[in-house]
Nanobody, 122 residues
């Protein structure tokens, strides 16, 4: 059974930094793409950052230059250091994984984590 395990998150003041981490357990293949969505109640879910199996990243305009996604020591793990955090970054962040890049980036990933809260205070 595939499990998506997230860690990190928490509360920080504006301008601060946090790092989210994610690992996919029980996945047979290394050719997997991963990423992060975030959700604020009452608002549309937003794709934040994605990385394909070769390590190529993609970012939303709202986080470009502040967030960096990278693969871990194994391709089924990744981390997302977030810098210069803003109050509008406050959300529940979900790690996602799929072998299909299209499914991953359009919100239809096969595997989702439970979500981790990031709160940025002004």
């Amino acid at each position: 059974q595939v499990q998506v395990m997230e860690s990190g998150g928490g509360s920080v003041q504006a301008g601060g930094s946090l790092t989210l981490s994610c690992e996919v357990l029980g996945y047979t293949y290394n050719l997997i793409s991963m990423g992060w969505f975030r959700q604020v109640p009452g608002k549309e879910r937003e794709g934040v950052a994605f990385i394909d199996s070769t390590g190529s990243p993609m970012y939303s305009d709202s986080v470009k230059g502040r967030f960096t996604i990278s693969q871990g020591s194994v391709k089924t793990s990744q981390s997302l250091p977030m810098t210069d955090l803003k109050p509008e970054d406050t959300a529940t962040y979900y790690c996602v994984a799929d072998i299909s890049w299209t499914s991953l980036t359009t919100g239809y990933a096969s595997h989702w984590g439970q979500g981790t809260q990031v709160t940025v205070t002004s």
